[in-house]
């Protein structure tokens, strides 16, 4: 077993002893369970008011189911996720492990890896769970599948992407509300840009600060559209989140 | 085994620690005494490369602390002032995670934990969360944790800390035990201690070595002379020259108001007798003579008390009269 295998073994162990993964994965289940029954209902409503204007109805599950529950579950992430993250680095350092994790023979990178890697396996989990939603709904329903997966896709590479975000907050402070609350800020500053670069319109700048929020990057997954150009967005903001965790973490040492 | 060249820590404007120096040789114990924030964690977070000097050099094993820092932390058992425990695993889930951070698989993996288990009488509990351990069992996980894999060089910030009577002698003993094979450092409050395991003390004073020597020759030192504190209501001016004409008065120091004087004598040799009688006849006004025996605890007091604005050198020259770096 590599430490990097040792790190990730050790934090999804301690995920799942302590009460956090199941409050926070009984929250997040219920919520979107929840939205996803709310928007099945609303489209069959909707079927039927059609069925009585129209007499038939072709009702698109994709665009009145999918989206809209791949919408909101980019802003329950944005809550959840450094749930889950803020213990990462925030505990080692009120405990007092983080000195023995730095005098182990093991890389920074080693570290944050691991550590990204096990509350990605432990996101990636919560979110195979929803999957049992489209299942469900395609037994009695026909519906394109492409843009659900590419929709999952963007759910995978956007948690990513959060939980990055998180492990840089975690490893600011050693107190997990404030790594939680750094990391939520953080997010919807991502989030907003995008509404400040709708705002600035369509000039060299107004892009360029719509680039940086993971809005329109997501927004072309949920669609269906696979573009290299957001895929070298989530990448490289996820490496450059998790350089910046291991610069702060490797600075901690200095003070 | 180890060797620290000219070490200097700042913290901002602070100074934690100031142009030491010391070296450890293969399979000998060393103390760092001193009291709390004389810098003693500082010295050995540098040496476990968990943060680097400002300046000067420390090496390990041959290897240096700031370029290869990893070939130093393979050879170093550490364990801090708190234990680093995860209070959510087991002793055996905690000792694993530990030997595999550190490379070590499969059996000697098993055999590592076993050892370690019986070594500090973890047995019992190794199937418990350590969240759930006394402080003392938490402190012999931390043990077992520097132990794991065996490393050439332990450093041990207090490993005695929180544990009772009984335990404080097994972790003495088993410190006695790993001299020879391994090179320790241990920092420790408790002066007995020092004495007990360690060929070597060093006492170090707010970032600075006051003192260094081997037990044996602190002993010796201490034994060189007998130590008698006078103090006169009114002293002449040739009072220190006549003090020293009484036969087996080595030396004479004034201390403070210039009413005490502090003599030493000849090893086994009484000399109150005398210096009352000479202190009456010159009408010198006696006051107080009384024999001083100095304790470890004084002399450590002495060296380490913080005198402000004083160079290192008065320091240990103010130790020496009455003579003990430990």
Known sequence: MTPVQAIIAKELRSYFVSPVVYAVGAVFLLIVGLLAYLYVVFAGAQAIQLMQVQGSAQINLNDLVFRNLFASTRFILLIVLPILTMRLFAEERKLRTFEFLLTSPVGINEIVAGKFMSVFLVFLGLLGLTGIMPLVLALFCDFDWYPVLTGYLGLVLLGALFLSVGVLASALTENQIVAAFVSIGLLLVLWLLAGLGSLLGDTALGQAVSYLSFMEHYDHLVRGLIDTKDLVYFFSSLALMLFLAHRVVDSARWK | ?326
Not at chain 2, 14 to 43: I, M, Q, R
Not at chain 2, 126 to 147: D, F, T
Not at chain 2, 232 to 241: C, E, F, G, I, N
Not at chain 2, 277 to 306: C, N, P, Y
Request: net charge negative.
């Open chain 2, 1 to 326: 085994m180890i060797e620290v060249q000219q070490i200097t820590k700042r913290y901002g404007q602070h100074t934690a620690l100031d142009c030491v120096s010391f070296s450890v040789a293969k399979g000998e114990v060393l103390a760092f005494l001193g009291p709390n924030g004389a810098g003693k964690t500082t010295a050995m977070r540098i040496l476990t490369c968990f943060m680097p000097a400002t300046e000067g050099m420390a090496r390990v094993a041959g290897f240096d602390c700031a370029d290869q820092p990893m070939e130093v932390k393979r050879r170093i058992g550490y364990l801090p002032e708190t234990p680093p425990v995860y209070q959510e695993l087991t002793v055996t889930e905690y000792l694993q995670f530990v030997g595999r951070l550190r490379g070590l698989s499969g059996n000697i993996l098993t055999s590592s934990m076993q050892r370690e288990i019986e070594r500090l009488g973890l047995g019992a509990v190794q199937h418990r969360l350590i969240g759930n351990l006394s402080r003392g069992y938490r402190q012999r996980v931390g043990l077992a944790q520097a132990l794991l894999h065996d490393p050439q060089v332990l450093i041990l910030d207090e490993p005695t800390v929180g544990l009772d009577p009984k335990q404080i002698i097994e972790i003495r003993e088993l410190i006695k035990n790993l001299a020879g094979s391994h090179s320790v450092i241990l920092s420790t409050h408790i002066l007995p201690e020092a004495t007990a395991v360690c060929q070597r003390v060093v006492i170090i004073s707010g970032g600075r070595i006051v003192a260094e020597d081997t037990p044996e020759q602190l002993s010796a030192r201490l034994r060189q002379s007998e130590k008698i504190s006078l103090t006169l209501k009114s002293p002449a001016a040739d009072t220190d020259s006549r003090l020293k004409t009484v036969p087996g008065v080595q030396n004479v120091f004034t201390s403070g108001d210039s009413s005490t004087f502090l003599l030493e004598c000849e090893l086994g040799r009484d000399v109150r007798e005398e210096v009352a009688h000479l202190a009456v006849t010159s009408g010198w006004g006696l006051l107080e003579l009384k024999a001083i025996s100095m304790t470890l605890e004084d002399v450590f007091l002495q060296l380490t008390r913080h005198e402000e604005g004083l160079a290192p050198d008065a320091v240990v020259a103010s130790v020496e009269p009455t003579g003990q770096p430990v």
